[in-house]
């Protein structure tokens, strides 16, 4: 008779809990929701969401000669912009994304490395604006921490593929698919995308999930 096989302390579980994906959704779903009714009102509803892009939104001038509307502003705008969407499209889109995402990450790292990657790309995501762009309207909406997970996504696909000695081209293609995409929704958009964000948080991705699981999987432990 053979014992079986303990699995390694920190190992994430097959089937990780997606609480954390529902919070942020629900997070987010209620903030756009909020405006939204606001919006339909028409008593005041275009103020309200103003001053929730003046006081949550991203604004670069903040981190030069700008005056905040509260001290921590400059700090806790980072993470603030995250939660917030210019309507109802753009937060559809996003959540849809963010749950696709969010499942595989989620089954790779577990909730603490989920949310690690996560926290880090939606910072790095503002830092990419903050330092790329030169618009002075403020940024809005999840998809720097989205491009963060899919960025995680294709730097452990690389380290698995590359240690196995397979093939990088779906890594590869699936980073210019992403590139298409940046630049098909810059046109569409007529230049309205903050691509700066995209790219902070892919890189910032990219390079935290290296140090959060930077272990190659299929592979017998030593």
């Not at 509803?45 to 509307?69: D, H, K, M, T, V």
């Not at 330092?131 to 989205?146: C, D, Q």
């Amino acid at each position: 008779m053979t014992s079986a096989t303990p699995p390694e302390p920190d190992a994430p579980e097959p089937d990780a809990p997606v609480w954390p994906l529902i919070v942020l959704i629900v997070l987010c779903c209620a903030v756009e929701g909020l405006l939204q009714l606001a919006d339909w009102s028409g008593t005041g509803g275009p103020r309200l969401r103003s001053l929730a892009y003046e006081y949550g939104g991203f604004w670069a001038g903040l981190l030069q000669s700008w005056s905040p509307n509260y001290p921590s502003q400059p700090y806790l705008m980072f993470l603030t912009y995250g939660f917030l969407h210019g309507g109802l499209l753009h937060l559809v889109v996003n959540m849809v994304t963010l749950w696709s995402l969010g499942l595989a990450v989620l089954e790779r790292v577990g909730i603490r490395g989920f949310v690690l990657l996560y926290a880090a790309t939606l910072m790095g995501g503002a830092a990419g604006f903050a330092l790329l762009a030169s618009t002075l309207a403020p940024m809005v909406g999840a998809s720097g921490a989205l491009f963060g997970l899919a960025g995680g996504l294709l730097a452990w696909g690389y380290v698995d593929r590359f240690t196995l000695r397979q093939a990088l081209w779906p890594v590869v293609r699936a980073a210019g698919l992403l590139l298409t995409l940046n630049v098909v929704m810059w046109w569409a958009l007529d230049g309205q995308l903050a691509w700066e964000t995209h790219l902070g948080g892919f890189l910032t991705g990219w390079l935290a999930a290296l140090l959060i699981d930077p272990r190659p999987r299929d592979l017998d432990p030593e």
